[in-house]
């Protein structure tokens, strides 16, 4: 598991709460699993841990133009395009 993946965890605490959440963050990171795949060994279904760790919703993405590069925040010699 990607070390950064470990933050969806966190989106666990409020429905299992933290003990059982950190139990599941320990051992993706232990066993290089995806995160869903432990959760799932810990009796959470896959579709179940996604509609509570939705990165989009958890963010409020969704609710947000996408991002856009600005003139400040190239560096010279990019276009213009």
């Given amino acids: 598991?990607?070390?950064?993946?470990a933050?969806?965890?966190t989106a666990l605490t409020p429905h299992i709460?933290?003990?059982?959440?950190?139990?599941?963050?320990?051992?993706?990171?232990?066993?290089?699993?995806?995160v869903d795949?432990?959760?799932?060994r810990h009796g959470i279904p896959r579709?179940?841990?996604?509609e509570w760790c939705d990165p989009k919703a958890?963010?409020?993405?969704d609710d947000q133009p996408p991002w856009r590069t600005t003139n400040?925040?190239?560096?010279a010699g990019e276009d213009d395009a």
Avoid at 17 to 34: C, K, V, Y
């Fill in 17 to 34: 709460g933290h003990h059982a959440a950190a139990e599941i963050t320990q051992e993706a990171l232990a066993t290089a699993d995806p």
């Fill in 58 to 61: 958890m963010t409020g993405a």
């Fill in 47 to 50: 579709d179940q841990f996604w």
């Fill in 7 to 9: 933050m969806l965890t």
């Fill in 72 to 75: 400040a925040c190239r560096t």
């Fill in 1 to 5: 598991m990607d070390a950064d993946a």
């Fill in 37 to 40: 795949v432990v959760a799932a």
